[in-house]
């Protein structure tokens, strides 16, 4: 299994950011593309088509959110990724740190580069208009 931390600068709060996260709406309008998001614990997510899906474990509202995670290119004996949203409010807007676990051996680099294609830039570029 394979793992990795990133950072990003985003122009919002944190609370704006987990709000976005958290909802269908939201979260489908910082990335560019439609989700399904269930709030709360225990709340099933998909994205990008029904690439991604997972479900909430747990929640330190407006600071942390965790989530398993899966995409369809996970063997299907694998157990689900873990992604560690922290959120830090600063005086330039929020350092977002993600901490993705959990990751099937050699696909790390992929979703590493995803999550600043596919998640981070869209998110600046939303929470910066």
Not at 56 to 85: C, G, M, N
Request: hydrophobic share 35%.
């Amino acid at each position: 299994m394979e793992s990795f931390t990133l950072s990003t600068m985003i122009s919002a709060t944190p609370e704006q950011i987990y709000t976005a996260w958290l909802s269908s709406e939201g979260h489908g309008q910082m990335t560019g593309e439609q989700a399904e998001v269930q709030g709360g614990t225990g709340g099933a997510f998909t994205a990008w088509d029904g690439y991604i899906w997972g479900k909430t474990l747990e929640l330190k509202h407006p600071y942390r959110i965790v989530q398993a995670w899966r995409t369809s290119e996970f063997p299907e004996e694998s157990p689900d990724s873990h992604v560690e949203i922290l959120l830090e409010g600063t005086a330039a807007g929020t350092k977002l740190t993600l901490v993705h676990t959990n990751i099937p051996a050699g696909q790390a680099e992929g979703y590493k580069q995803g999550w600043e294609d596919f998640y981070f830039a869209p998110m600046r570029a939303f929470f910066s208009r």
